[in-house]
T-cell receptor, first 113, second 115 residues
């Protein structure tokens, strides 16, 4: 089944403790992206990647890192999480090109205390 | 700043009604306007999309109307059903420039269709 898989689904952590949210897609998509969803703010793009080793900042990149060493994986790294990073995170992938469609994962609910 | 503004934030209609969700954008370089639908506990999924060279696009009960001069577009759901209850997001992209990278979303509208 074509899908984007995120892990974990739920995570509670403490301020300052480094964490990684994994994202993997099995559709051979070129493009991958991370979004955070907050009430009243919609989905805001954190980082996106156009191909292996090619990444770019979205609208809210502060406090996050990403890497794209393999085409299928696009982990999101929080080096020193803070409470304002408590959010619902989505990874998405796309074939790119014209009329592209992002396929989203099921989300990771992160709470930083 | 929010480049795509969506309203209303929430909407309640009776079954069979026609909910309308509106979006406005600033950047005239945007050339691709999709709508995504999100059910609770799930990620968003593409519903329908339009380009600025057409004024309307219809897929089943879902219709996008596009007003290029006003920089506005809207989603209409005909004969709405309780199963349409979800959060709807409009979005915009400069696709020729980005080719699948940067997609900017609106704030979302939580739709509830009452039986």
């Amino acid at each position: 089944e074509a899908q984007v898989t995120q892990n974990p689904r739920y995570l509670i952590t403490v301020t300052g403790k480094k964490l990684t949210v994994t994202c993997s897609q099995n559709m051979n998509h070129e493009y991958m992206s991370w979004y955070r969803q907050d009430p009243g703010l919609g989905l805001r793009q954190i980082y996106y990647s156009m191909n292996v080793e090619v990444t770019d900042k979205g609208d809210v990149p502060e406090g996050y890192k990403v890497s794209r060493k393999e085409k299928r994986n696009f982990p999101l790294i929080l080096e020193s999480p803070s409470p304002n990073q408590t959010s619902l995170y989505f990874c998405a992938s796309s074939l790119g090109g014209y009329n592209y469609r992002y396929t989203f994962g099921s989300g990771t609910r992160l709470t930083v205390v | 700043q929010q480049q795509v503004k969506q309203s209303p934030q929430s909407l309640i209609v009776q079954k069979g009604g026609i909910p309308i969700i509106n979006c406005a954008y600033e950047n005239t370089a945007f050339d691709y306007f999709p709508w995504y639908q999100q059910f609770p506990g799930k990620g968003p999924a593409l519903l329908i999309a339009i380009r600025p060279d057409v004024s309307e696009k219809k897929e089943g009960r879902f219709t996008i109307s596009f007003n290029k001069s006003a920089k506005q577009f809207s989603l209409h759901i005909m004969d709405s059903q309780p199963g349409d209850s979800a959060t709807y997001f409009c979005a915009a992209s400069n696709e020729i420039y980005n080719q699948g990278g940067k997609l900017i979303f609106g704030q979302g509208t939580e739709l509830s269709v009452k039986p």
